[in-house]
């Protein structure tokens, strides 16, 4: 499947497809996402130019873990959910998730939101499932909540993409989905304004500018500075994770430390969640 038509920012999704793709590789695998391969396997483009310095596969998968757990979490405590997944990409979690056939997932409905060229690549890589819905709407247009229901407990999960906005942008997405949803949270990875600043060093193995740079926050009031709807619940570190015991030792020496050291943890997978 050619992406050649795909922005450079649109083609960011081939990180975290790649990062998966090579943790799946590994002896022993954080995630084992063999849908990654499948999809990997299909696309008409060479993962191997999408060059991932060291310990992004590990991070990817970790933080992958770490907001499955917190969408597993929301719906054992809310069967008639809704997960909405924002910039969705080529994620997979709905496959990881279901794959068990557990029947916690028999009534969630999940609805994948991204710009319409992604959505569209993505429907041609992937079957739908019968709980499965599309929604090829850029986030920036009010209108991506109008086919999602508005009367069911959301959880809303963001793997990178607010760190790809401005805080206005950021601003209009949150007030949307505080606007929309009855209740619920949101979860995603947030970046430092340090790591947001490097956006660029990152990216650019897709055609993002070197010197691009992200929305990071000090501390995640600052969310709820952009809508006073969210509340905040809590943080939580990949190098606190129970990932971490599978990491080489050098690793897991490190985690250990900067697992105590909060600025520091918060450089690495750093997951957050808010109430709404």
């Known amino acids: ?14 990180i975290t497809l790649n990062g998966r793709v090579v943790d799946a590789a ?25 060059k991932l310095t060291s ?19 929301f719906v054992r405590e809310h069967r008639d959910a809704v997960v909405v997944e924002l910039g969705c990409g080529l994620e997979t979690r709905r496959w990881r ?21 992604v959505v569209e690549l993505r429907e041609k890589l992937m079957s739908e499932t019968e709980r ?20 069911r407990p959301a959880v809303i999960v ?51 500018p070197a010197d691009f740079q992200g929305y990071g926050i000090a501390d995640p009031t600052d969310i709820v500075a952009l809508d006073p709807a969210l509340t905040y619940i809590d943080e939580q570190f990949g190098d606190a994770a129970p990932e971490r015991d599978q990491l080489n030792l050098a690793y897991r020496l490190l985690a250990q430390v900067f697992a105590n050291w909060r600025g520091q943890a918060r450089r690495g997978v750093w997951i957050v969640r808010y109430r709404f």
Not at 102 to 114: F, G, H, I, K, M
Not at 173 to 202: E, K, S, W
């Open 97 to 117: 998730l279901t794959a068990s056939q557990d029947a916690l997932w028999r009534e969630v409905d999940w609805y994948d939101v991204d710009f319409p060229e």
């Open 158 to 208: 963001s793997d990178g993409v607010l760190g790809f906005l401005s805080e206005d942008e950021n601003r209009r997405i949150l007030r949307r989905i505080t606007d929309h949803f009855p209740r619920g949270q949101l979860v995603f990875n947030a970046y430092t304004r340090f790591t947001a600043r490097m956006n660029g060093r990152f990216t650019k193995v897709v055609g993002m």
């Open 1 to 14: 499947m050619n992406i050649d038509h795909l922005s450079p920012l649109q083609k960011t999704l081939l």
């Open 55 to 73: 310990g992004v596969p590990e991070a990817v998968a970790i933080r992958s873990r770490m907001l499955d757990r917190a969408v597993t979490t």
């Open 132 to 151: 499965g819905h599309s929604v090829g709407v850029s986030l920036l247009d009010p209108s991506w909540t109008d086919t999602i229901p508005k009367d």
């Open 26 to 50: 590994r002896r022993r695998p954080l995630l084992s996402d063999a849908k990654a391969v499948e999809l990997a396997d299909n696309l008409d483009y060479d993962l191997t130019t999408v």
